[in-house]
């Protein structure tokens, strides 16, 4: 049975009234034939996702409405492998949906820090050296890159080839494992002064979109853009990072705004100073 996400704009919505708006899928969800996996609600921005296991989009939207009247504003289908590597887990409902629902629509969100990174001159390396060299070298690229988002909770969605795409709960976190890359490749450089890799990194944060087994949007379009801007060995983020990273002890940098291609408005970003 396919997969589907759901998108409600909730004016006015509590977390409770999310709750309970769900509490009443669930009872009647199997007369619809779906089931409902799992859900969250973002009250800052009065948005839920519901992800829905049903016959068709029609059914995600009879069973919201015979239930509570909340039609959904947009339904899309998605492949459940890339909704898992992305979220990290499909929970099923849990039982007490009144006494849990609240804490796991708390921990998962829609809501998400996009980071891409880049290894430069990657070709130009090949060339260099050749294949086997080079590709020892994009091994250990890989490892030190994997190890970091390991450590600081990323989300690996894709390898580029010479870089990848992650996804973050935490702005916080992302800055952080970014940070950590980066001296980690310093930390290599320092040893390996014939064999250098440097690696430029871009992030975005804000609700990206899946459809036709890939993530996409203007977040994830953001984020690829600041990449392709920064410089070798800088990460350079949106002020909507620095705004979530709040009031941690990070040096931002800010820089000039940047009309990224396909986009209609400057878009003000930083650099994170982290030598």
Not at 18 to 30: M, R
Not at 49 to 72: E, M, R, T, Y
Not at 147 to 160: C, D, F, I, M, P
Request: negative net charge; contains cysteine.
């Amino acid at each position: 049975m396919p997969l589907f996400m759901d998108r409600h704009y909730m004016e006015g919505a509590t977390r409770h009234t999310v709750e309970k708006a769900h509490e009443k899928d669930l009872e009647i969800q199997d007369e619809y034939g779906v089931k409902i996996k799992t859900y969250w609600f973002d009250e800052e921005r009065c948005t839920a996702f519901c992800l829905i296991d049903a016959p068709s989009k029609k059914s995600v939207q009879h069973v919201h409405g015979a239930a509570h009247g909340s039609i959904p504003h947009e339904i899309i289908e998605v492949d459940p492998n890339v909704v898992e590597a992305f979220l990290g887990t499909i929970k099923e409902p849990i039982a007490d949906v009144a006494q849990k629902a609240a804490s796991h629509a708390q921990k998962e969100t829609p809501f998400r820090t996009i980071m891409f990174t880049d290894l430069t001159d990657s070709t130009a390396t090949t060339t260099r050296l050749g294949d086997s060299s080079a590709m020892h070298l994009l091994r250990v690229h890989n490892a030190f890159t994997r190890n970091a988002l390991r450590q600081y909770n990323g989300s690996e969605v894709k390898h580029t080839g010479d870089g990848f795409m992650v996804s973050f709960l935490s702005s916080v976190d992302a800055v952080q494992c970014a940070i950590a890359i980066q001296q980690t490749f310093a930390d290599y450089n320092q040893e390996e002064v014939e064999e250098q890799m440097h690696v430029r990194i871009g992030m975005s944060a804000g609700e990206p979109v899946h459809e036709d087994g890939d993530l996409f949007g203007s977040t994830v379009q953001l984020a690829a853009r600041l990449c392709d801007h920064a410089n070798p060995d800088g990460i350079v983020v949106t002020d909507s990072v620095r705004q979530e990273c709040g009031l941690e002890p990070f040096n931002f940098i800010e820089l000039e705004s940047l009309m990224p291609k396909g986009f209609d408005r400057p878009i003000e970003m930083s650099e994170v100073k982290w030598h």
